[in-house]
């Protein structure tokens, strides 16, 4: 499974951004797909993920703010984020998960910072 993230940049507190990730290869039974975040000096942490049941989970500090959404048909996920804070700096990493061996695939980091 190959993952391509893109849509990350340098923004001002409360401007938007959207992050789009696209999988190919072999997605089979690919339960779940999502975004992850590592700030500089802290440990990746979950952002927000999707299940192929559209079960949406979203990390608290991001609730109300980030929206993720699935297109099944092109094997996307995207994450809209809005209200961005400076606390949202960190590098972005979309993430797919397979049940069946319950591996992990990551994407390449996209840079999201927020500045003013």
């Known amino acids: 499974v190959q993952l391509q993230a893109s849509g990350g940049g340098l923004v001002q507190p409360g401007a938007s951004l959207r992050l789009s990730c696209a999988a190919s290869?072999?997605?089979?039974?690919?339960?779940?797909m999502g975004w992850y975040r590592q700030a500089p000096g802290k440990q990746r942490e979950l952002v927000a993920t999707i299940t192929s049941t559209s079960s949406i989970n979203y990390a608290d500090a991001v609730k109300g703010r980030f929206t993720i959404s699935r297109d099944y048909a092109k094997n996307t996920v995207d994450l809209q984020m809005n209200s961005l804070l400076p606390e949202d700096t960190a590098v972005y990493y979309c993430?797919?998960?397979?049940?069946?061996?319950?591996?992990?695939?990551w994407g390449a980091g996209t840079q999201v910072t927020v500045s003013s």
């Open positions: 993430n797919a998960y397979r049940t069946i061996g319950r591996t992990d695939y």
């Open positions: 290869g072999n997605i089979f039974s690919i339960n779940r």
